[in-house]
């Protein structure tokens, strides 16, 4: 066992282990500590515990001292400077065109080292703008290129989700996520949809992968042919969540979806397993390509009569509005539904008569107009006291 204290230099950076050296530090205390880039301000993340040998990388760094008073001020002095010299490297870096963006600056705690962090899609020569920044303050200038995610981490900002960015938060590494993941977790495979705002796909895919891989170990496959309780059937779709599956059956006339548990279904194959299945049903030899018969359908529905209490089928009811109109013809003396007439007392037709019902429907309205324009005169004259038309 290794006795350590958990040191953070961010606060959304990673715990680094350093070697106590007989000081006892309480969380959230500030400290320096010796680093390979010289003395460090930090704060601490985890106060002194032991841990495993195997956790800790040998030789550990050790703790310089408790920060005091002097110390907070230095350090808060080097932070007051990172904003002028964040404008004026981006100043010196519009004038040099230069193909990168200028995303943070670091003071180290002596004041003796400045970093600037930058992103770009390609490797840039930035020696004339080191040689600028130099001689600006007086101090020893790294340059560093990083990440779309680490930009992400060090600005912060919202995702789509509505909540704080998780590496600006609470993640210390970026896991490797791939599409993989979002394919076995069921979600859309459309970039927009499961990349976050540094355009990578997002770390909250890694968060219940190993969840879904359990799950996905006891689930059947899309496709898979399956013995069911009611019957042999192919799997047409899989909710993981709350493990189930919808089965297609087989056997029947019933063509409806089935709902199943994981653990009522028994895998018999794939795809070609269902084709040996239906070629050994239609010739009937089931049992010699290794297939159990099927259980025997449900029976179909029947209704107990309440005056016999015997089981049969319910009678066809006819409906209310027919039921009624029969019921008032029947009171008229006469069947509401019509016979048809028998063919033998059909009254033969031919060509001529046919020809005929059309010449009289097409002459009526002349005839009717006629008969009006005759009684109208007849009219008029008995008006006129049996005279004609007037003289002009």
């Known amino acids: 066992m290794t006795e350590i204290v958990g040191i953070r230099f961010n606060s959304r950076g990673k715990v680094y282990y350093f070697n106590p050296a007989g000081h006892t530090v309480s969380e959230g205390e500030n400290v320096i500590v010796e680093t390979a880039k010289g003395l460090e301000y930090g704060e601490c993340a985890q106060a002194n515990h032991k841990v495993e040998d195997s956790a800790v990388v040998q030789p550990l760094r050790p703790v310089v001292r408790v920060a005091t008073a002097a110390d907070k001020q230095s350090y808060q002095a080097g932070k007051d400077k990172e904003q002028a010299a964040l404008e004026y490297c ?16 670091e003071y180290g705690f002596e004041g003796s080292k400045i970093l600037f962090f930058f992103t770009s899609e390609g ?10 920044l130099a001689s600006q303050f007086r101090a020893r200038i790294e340059l560093r290129q990083i990440g779309v995610r680490d ?6 900002g919202l995702g789509v989700c509505g909540k704080v960015f998780c590496c600006s938060q609470f993640l210390t590494d970026f ?36 969840a879904y891989e359990d799950l996905v170990k006891k689930a059947p496959k899309v496709d898979a042919f399956v013995e069911t309780p009611a019957g042999k059937g192919t799997v047409t779709s899989v909710n993981l969540l709350r493990g189930n599956v919808k089965v297609r059956l087989e056997d029947g006339v019933d063509t409806t979806l089935k709902t199943f548990t994981f653990d009522e279904l028994h895998v018999l194959g794939g795809k070609g397993r269902r084709q040996e299945y239906i070629a050994a049903r239609a010739e009937g030899r089931l049992e010699e390509a ?27 009811s006819t409906p209310p509005h027919r039921r009624d109109s029969q019921q008032s013809g029947n009171r008229q003396g006469h069947d509401s539904r019509k016979s048809p007439q028998p063919l033998a007392e059909r009254p033969v037709r031919d060509n001529r008569d046919r020809d005929r019902d059309a010449t009289d429907k097409t002459l009526k309205p002349n005839r009717v107009q006629a008969a009006d324009g005759a009684q109208k005169k007849q009219h008029i004259k008995r008006r006129r006291g049996g005279r004609g038309k007037p003289k002009q």
């Open 175 to 210: 896991h490797p996520v791939s599409i993989k993941m979002a394919k076995t977790q069921g979600l859309s495979l459309n970039p927009t949809k499961i990349s976050g705002t540094c355009g990578r796909l997002m770390c909250c895919l890694k968060y219940e992968e190993a």
């Open 90 to 105: 981006q100043k010196k870096i519009e004038e040099l065109a230069l193909d990168m963006k200028l995303v943070n600056v």
């Open 290 to 316: 290794g297939f159990k018969p099927s259980p025997p359908p449900e029976p179909r529905r029947t209704f107990e009569s309440p005056l016999t209490g015997v089981a049969e089928k319910r009678p066809h």
């Open 123 to 132: 490797r840039v020569d930035f020696r004339e703008l080191v040689k600028d």
């Open 151 to 156: 930009e992400a981490k060090m600005l912060g």
